[in-house]
């Protein structure tokens, strides 16, 4: 294990941790761009747990709502910095984590300490960012709320990674805690965003500048109400909330399917969708709109404006003409 401590940084990498022929059992999932979940539920639940409860104190017996295996293609919505979850609890440390396995070298973008409450500014927070780099059968694991982001989507080659969410690290916790969560989804909406991040992403000094602006909306929990995508505040009081983009499929249902998906194992979670909460901001949206067309109508056929321009046109005919 590494020197970063899951309490004061929020993370810990167990390096190497998993064997070659580990490993290859998880890829052989990979169908073309195909995916066969039962084996990676299988790998989960026998190679990367009981290496993960083997080495660390924290997550004795867990217990998992979901998990994705991506391949470079979760840039679709994980290249800008965000949590898994957010804390909206009285409590300074949430008890879930989700735990990474990256099949191939690459980095990944962290900002240890952001896990707990705090009164720094987000540009306080921002500069703390640090760059993890991360080797096949290193396993990663943090507290779910912690701001990270995937970088290195540039790079050619696979970038396949195994990323397990909402992870109660006992049954204890879980009896406790499961209740409290709440997954948002956003399906429909994210497709579009979902594309666009995903070219973004290929371009690190764009996706870079981007994600300090999604930054600062996301320390100040403004990401999801701007794009009209949020629950109202009563419902997160006292709730741990995970939005959830991109689609879902249900680990009983399925076989082979797409990568990047969202392969529910634990039916029981609430979930809803976005409300009409924040709607008003789109009836706002459009009163803007309206208004600025208004003014920039009137002053384009402003006296004033009519007159310049038919001096500039009558101006620039008498030049081509002396041409
Ligand atoms: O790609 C990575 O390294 C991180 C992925 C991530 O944060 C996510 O998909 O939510």
């Given at each position: 294990?590494?020197?970063?401590d899951?309490?004061?940084?929020?993370?810990?990498?167990l390096?190497?941790?998993?064997?070659?022929?580990?490993l290859?059992y998880?890829?052989?999932c990979?169908?073309?761009?195909?995916?066969?979940?039962?084996?990676?539920?299988k790998f989960?639940d026998?190679?990367l747990?009981?290496?993960?409860?083997?080495?660390?104190?924290?997550i004795?017996?867990?217990?998992?709502v979901k998990?994705?295996?991506?391949n470079?293609?979760?840039?679709?919505?994980?290249?800008?910095?965000?949590?898994?979850?957010y804390?909206?609890?009285?409590?300074?440390?949430l008890?879930?984590?989700?735990c990474l396995?990256?099949?191939d070298e690459?980095?990944?973008?962290?900002?240890?300490?952001?896990?707990?409450?705090t009164n720094?500014?987000?540009?306080?927070s921002?500069?703390k960012k640090?760059?993890?780099?991360?080797?096949?059968?290193?396993i990663?694991i943090?507290?779910?709320?912690?701001h990270h982001?995937?970088?290195?989507?540039d790079k050619?080659?696979?970038?396949?990674?195994l990323?397990v969410?909402d992870?109660f690290?006992?049954?204890e916790?879980?009896n406790k805690?499961s209740?409290?969560l709440i997954?948002?989804?956003?399906?429909?909406r994210?497709?579009?965003?979902?594309h666009?991040?995903y070219i973004?992403?290929?371009?690190?000094?764009?996706?870079?500048?981007?994600s300090?602006?999604?930054?600062n909306?996301?320390?100040?929990?403004?990401?999801?109400k701007?794009?009209i995508?949020?629950i109202p505040?009563?419902?997160?009081?006292g709730?741990?909330?995970s939005y959830e983009?991109?689609?879902?499929?249900?680990m009983n249902?399925?076989e082979?399917?797409?990568?990047?998906?969202n392969?529910?194992?634990d039916?029981?979670?609430?979930?809803m969708?976005?409300?009409?909460?924040y709607?008003?901001?789109?009836v706002?949206y459009?009163?803007?709109?309206i208004?600025?067309?208004?003014?920039?109508?009137t002053?384009?056929?402003?006296?004033?404006?009519?007159k310049t321009?038919?001096y500039?046109?009558?101006?620039s005919s008498?030049?081509l003409?002396?041409?």
């Amino acid at each position: 294990m590494e020197h970063s401590d899951i309490t004061t940084d929020g993370y810990v990498i167990l390096r190497n941790a998993l064997s070659e022929k580990e490993l290859q059992y998880g890829l052989s999932c990979m169908i073309d761009k195909k995916v066969e979940y039962r084996i990676l539920k299988k790998f989960i639940d026998t190679m990367l747990f009981k290496t993960v409860t083997k080495n660390t104190k924290f997550i004795t017996e867990p217990q998992y709502v979901k998990f994705r295996f991506s391949n470079n293609n979760n840039s679709t919505d994980a290249s800008t910095f965000h949590g898994d979850i957010y804390n909206h609890s009285e409590l300074d440390i949430l008890p879930i984590y989700t735990c990474l396995c990256y099949f191939d070298e690459t980095k990944m973008e962290i900002i240890p300490g952001s896990h707990r409450k705090t009164n720094d500014w987000s540009i306080q927070s921002y500069n703390k960012k640090i760059v993890l780099p991360l080797q096949p059968g290193d396993i990663l694991i943090f507290h779910s709320n912690i701001h990270h982001r995937g970088i290195n989507f540039d790079k050619k080659g696979d970038r396949r990674l195994l990323q397990v969410f909402d992870v109660f690290p006992d049954m204890e916790t879980y009896n406790k805690h499961s209740s409290k969560l709440i997954i948002v989804t956003s399906e429909i909406r994210s497709k579009t965003v979902g594309h666009v991040s995903y070219i973004v992403s290929k371009f690190p000094a764009l996706i870079d500048t981007i994600s300090f602006f999604h930054y600062n909306l996301m320390f100040y929990d403004l990401q999801y109400k701007l794009p009209i995508m949020d629950i109202p505040p009563s419902e997160k009081k006292g709730h741990y909330v995970s939005y959830e983009p991109g689609r879902r499929v249900f680990m009983n249902d399925i076989e082979v399917e797409d990568q990047n998906v969202n392969v529910i194992c634990d039916t029981t979670i609430t979930t809803m969708k976005h409300s009409k909460y924040y709607w008003f901001l789109g009836v706002l949206y459009i009163l803007f709109a309206i208004i600025f067309i208004f003014i920039l109508y009137t002053f384009w056929f402003s006296e004033y404006n009519v007159k310049t321009r038919i001096y500039l046109s009558k101006k620039s005919s008498q030049y081509l003409k002396k041409k």
